[in-house]
């Protein structure tokens, strides 16, 4: 079973996860138990790069521009427009990110990936709270430090974004989450004004944390 199977298989498994559970989960609030329109969640998020690039022009055949993978913080903000409809506004610190080459590392780059979704929440007023989403991705790209500024990356990609995930109530403002997200990344690489690959990191982001309803 290759990486991305694998991927696509534990993803499958959770929707199909969200949804039995979400069958049998109970109503766990009651009517003078209302809550806010807002929240926050705070997590922390594996990103996982798919890295799939062009060989590299004038190099040789086999070799790829590969991204590290790594732990960032992720800090989100959520809107309920209804008990079932929501927007997330996903958020973190600007990143910076070692760049390979057939294995070897030739520079780094830095990036800031805010994330626009809008969700459907099957269960909102349930213990256990599954929703999916879909958005936008916008990344900035900049600092580039590659084989001596010898190549560069695009200012910018915008693409789109794909989520699964859940709440599952603590308390009555207090929630513990997880969430997966797949994300469509990807920008030339250049010399000077030249095309001599094109990378697509697409990468795939775990999360774990805590979430406060306002």
Request: glycine letters at 8%.
């Amino acid at each position: 079973m290759n990486k991305l199977s694998l991927r696509t298989r534990v993803t499958c498994s959770a929707i199909a996860a969200c949804a039995m559970l979400g069958a049998f989960s109970a109503p766990a609030m009651a009517a003078d138990d209302a809550q806010g329109n807002w929240m926050v969640r705070l997590r922390g998020t594996y990103l996982d790069m798919a890295n799939s690039s062009d060989p590299v022009g004038g190099v040789g055949a086999s070799d790829r521009i590969t991204v590290n993978n790594k732990w960032i913080p992720e800090l989100d903000v959520t809107y309920f427009f209804t008990p079932n409809i929501a927007a997330e506004l996903v958020l973190t610190v600007p990143q910076k990110q070692n760049v390979y080459l057939d294995g070897s590392k030739i520079g780094t780059f830095k990036h800031l990936p805010p994330s626009l979704l809008v969700q459907y929440h099957f269960i909102p007023n349930g213990t256990f709270r599954p929703y999916i989403g879909a958005g936008l991705n916008f990344t900035r790209i900049w600092g580039e430090n590659l084989a001596n500024n010898a190549l560069q990356l695009d200012s910018w990609s915008v693409g789109p974004a794909l989520q699964i995930g859940m709440d599952y109530k603590l308390t009555r403002n207090w929630f513990l989450n997880a969430d997966i997200k797949k994300i469509w990344l990807s920008s030339d690489v250049k010399a000077g004004d030249v095309k001599v690959s094109k990378v697509s990191l697409d990468p795939w982001l775990f999360s774990m944390g805590v979430g406060y309803r306002f």
